[in-house]
């Protein structure tokens, strides 16, 4: 070969190395800092230090109504909600768990940072591993690193956590809330540090957005739903909602006014009411009476949220004078994100509408639940399907890259359903019924997930459960009309 053919086919070979190492970086443009984010695809950052993690029972000590709060809600029980422990377990074996940490990161973060956990299942864990997101895993926040991540936007425990500080005559406690502290605040057991983001929705976004672990894809996106809507512009956060009573936040998702001090509470509640009947469920097989019944309180919370959220309008539409269709609007009234929100190709939001002649004769019927939890095929899910990097359908957040189908309802906004009917020769007028309903999970979902539990979680002496149940359906709200059939 002559020098200059040679040339040519080094030239050749340089260019295609260069697009090739172009194609990559343009195939994965989030970098990710390893020496900063070393509990990786977790973001905590953990400043380590001998001070420690507390168990939340210490922290009843001094502060028994907050810890009543809490021991009752959704974060008390984030790591071991059965649910959850079936998810991470298929994920490890699905995918190892050096990936499926970013999952235990926001459920159980001491329990990550100290290296605790080392996959699904409770046995041989701490008081603190187990109690999830307690107190001390909040209140020790003392940063946050959203500017950081790979997407340079809040996701997968995007927080800085350092529960004390290492000084001359030992270690101190230091923890963080949104107060001015007081002189005596901490009782010389902690000291105690104001920090603007605990009352803020920033705080909130470091785990509740959901990306994934390679692509940085939002498989759940609530945090971002929340900033772009009308409740971040009138200065309204996740705090005003979720960690009030169900009045008080219908009154601030009504009149966007901040509740005043005396009314927040660590509730936390949200629509997981499955949950928290799992959990009480387990408290009166435990023989706690009274956590049982907190529980079965927050439920009831949880219930009234969801049916709080939602409006719904029935309106005819005709053609040449002849009822043809009905338009069904849903409108998310209250959620301060999107309706449904979290992993919503998981979560079920649809509409069941039934239209009756004079009669009594159905002549429209639709969205359905079966006897065995299977919802008919004909009905309009108002969610998402989620999908591979192969383009194909898929359900499980270590697999999705992408939405096929997205449809859920923006803070204040609204979604309309149109359903055609035939109205039978001689009617005069139909009545129309349209349900907003939700659960957590298609039927099928659940049950392959509590299938999947890890050996050392025993449903049926832990729970109650001898088989997997029906899952429990809510009506969020429900509107009847009556039309005529000509116009």
Not at 5 to 17: D, E, G, R
Not at 230 to 245: R, T
Not at 434 to 460: F, G, N, T
Request: hydrophobic share 35%; charged share 25%.
């Amino acid at each position: 070969m002559s020098r200059k053919l040679k040339a040519v086919s080094l030239i050749a070979s340089a260019l295609m190395a260069v697009c090739a190492a172009t194609a990559i970086a343009g195939a994965s443009p989030f970098k990710v800092d390893l020496e900063l984010f070393k509990f990786y695809p977790s973001l905590i950052v953990y400043e380590k230090n001998k001070a420690g993690f507390t168990e939340p029972e210490t922290c009843g000590g001094c502060h028994e109504d907050k810890y009543k709060e809490w021991n009752g809600s959704l974060h008390s029980m984030a790591f071991i909600d059965p649910v959850y422990q079936g998810e991470l377990n298929k994920a490890v074996k699905a995918v190892g768990h050096e990936i499926s940490r970013q999952c235990e990161g926001c459920h159980s973060a001491a329990g990550v940072v100290t290296g605790e956990i080392k996959g699904p299942g409770l046995s041989g864990l701490s008081a603190v591993a187990k109690a999830g997101v307690s107190c001390d895993i909040c209140h020790s926040i003392s940063a946050l690193n959203h500017d950081k991540t790979p997407t340079k936007e809040p996701e997968n425990g995007s927080f800085v956590i350092k529960p004390g500080e290492d000084r001359q005559d030992g270690p101190v406690l230091v923890k963080h809330g949104p107060n001015k502290p007081k002189a005596d605040c901490g009782g010389g057991f902690h000291e105690c540090r104001q920090t603007e983001f605990h009352e803020k929705a920033d705080l909130c976004a470091s785990c509740h957005q959901v990306y994934h672990y390679e692509k940085h894809f939002p498989i759940e996106a609530t945090y971002n739903e929340w900033k772009h809507s009308p409740y971040a512009q009138k200065d309204i956060h996740c705090q005003d909602c979720h960690m009030v009573a169900t009045d008080t936040f219908v009154k601030a998702a009504d009149t966007m006014v901040k509740p005043e001090r005396k009314d927040y509470r660590h509730y936390f509640n949200g629509a997981n009411y499955l949950l928290y009947y799992l959990g009480a469920q387990a408290a009166q097989k435990a023989g706690d009476k009274e956590q049982s019944q907190r529980l079965m309180a927050q439920y009831d919370m949880a219930v009234k949220r969801l049916q709080k959220a939602a409006e719904l309008e029935i309106e005819p539409v005709y053609r040449k004078g002849a009822l043809a269709e009905v338009r069904v609007r849903v409108k998310n009234m209250r959620a301060g994100h999107n309706l449904p929100t979290s992993l919503t190709n998981i979560r079920q939001m649809w509409l069941e509408v039934i239209a009756k002649d004079e009669k009594g004769e159905v002549v429209l019927a639709t969205g359905a639940v079966g006897a065995d939890g299977t919802l008919a095929e004909d009905a309009r899910l108002l969610n998402s399907d989620g999908m591979g990097s192969d383009m194909h359908f898929a359900v499980d957040p270590w697999i999705i890259t992408a939405f096929s189908r997205h449809e859920t309802i923006p803070p204040k906004g609204y979604r309309d359903v149109h359903y055609g009917i035939a109205a039978p020769k001689g009617s005069a007028r139909v009545t129309i019924e349209a349900r907003l309903r939700y659960r957590q999970a298609d039927q099928k979902i659940a049950e392959a997930l509590l299938k999947a539990v890890p050996k050392d979680i025993d449903l049926a002496k832990d729970y109650g459960l001898t088989k997997i149940p029906t899952l429990p359906v809510v009506d969020m709200v429900s509107l009847k009309r009556e039309v005529p059939v000509m116009k």
